[in-house]
Every structure is written in C-alpha cells, then in structure tokens.
C-alpha cells in the first residue's frame, strides 16, 4: 500500500524496462534520505524499484 506515504512529489511517467516503454508512478519520498523510487505493473504484479538519493 503506497497512501498512506509521505511523498514529496508524485508524478505518472513512462520509462523503459527490458526495453520496453511502461507508464509508471515516479514517487520522491519527505523522508530523511528523501529517495526517488518507482512503482509499476509488469503483466503480472506491481513491483517496486528504488533509484537513488535525489540532488537537492
């Protein structure tokens, strides 16, 4: 469950996963490390997938 998350900005994007684009949600988390993560559907479950520290 991802609503009751504290997330600084959520945005719908599509990036490419094995070579093939797929729409996702892109989260930056207000936590400490605030990290940068995304959420999406590959056919048969959703998976999550952290990217990394942001630059702020």
């Known amino acids: 469950m991802i609503l009751n998350l504290p997330f600084k ?3 719908v994007k599509r990036i490419q996963i094995h070579k093939k684009p797929v729409t996702s ?3 930056e988390e207000t936590s400490g490390d605030q990290m940068t993560s995304v959420i999406y559907f590959d056919g048969k ?3 999550y ?5 942001s630059l702020e």
């Open 25 to 27: 949600i892109y989260a």
């Open 49 to 53: 997938q952290p990217m990394g520290s």
């Open 9 to 11: 900005k959520l945005a």
């Open 45 to 47: 479950k959703y998976k």
